[in-house]
């Protein structure tokens, strides 16, 4: 699918701040953590009614070299392009068990 057909997705998932099931929306940030030999990057997903965050893991526990340093960059820079590209992946979202909405 091309870039310009693609719409964030919606997670549907139970939020702790509001206690109840809850529409989680894409922030467009990544997070990226580095613990020793391991790196950790994240997708930031935020409930649309109290802004609490939810982690889509892209990469979890992976050796650096496992990550294209161009990519890796582009995570540091919080490429809008590249979120959307992930947001917009049904199946990448679904293949990590979430329940998505619209
Ligand atoms: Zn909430």
Redesign the pocket.
């Known amino acids: 699918m091309s870039y310009a057909k693609r719409k964030n997705c919606t997670i549907i998932r139970r939020?702790?701040?509001?206690g109840k099931k809850?529409s989680f929306v894409c922030s467009g940030k990544f997070r990226v953590n580095a613990n020793g030999r391991r790196l950790d990057v994240w997708l930031i997903y935020r409930?649309e009614?109290?802004?609490?965050t939810l982690n889509v893991p892209i990469y979890e526990r992976v050796p650096p070299e496992r990550i294209p340093p161009e990519l890796y960059d582009r995570f540091l820079e919080n490429d809008r392009k590249l979120a959307v590209e992930y947001a917009g992946d049904r199946g990448f979202l679904k293949g990590l068990g979430y329940e998505l909405g619209k």
């Open positions: 939020c702790g701040g509001c809850k409930c009614k109290c802004g609490r």
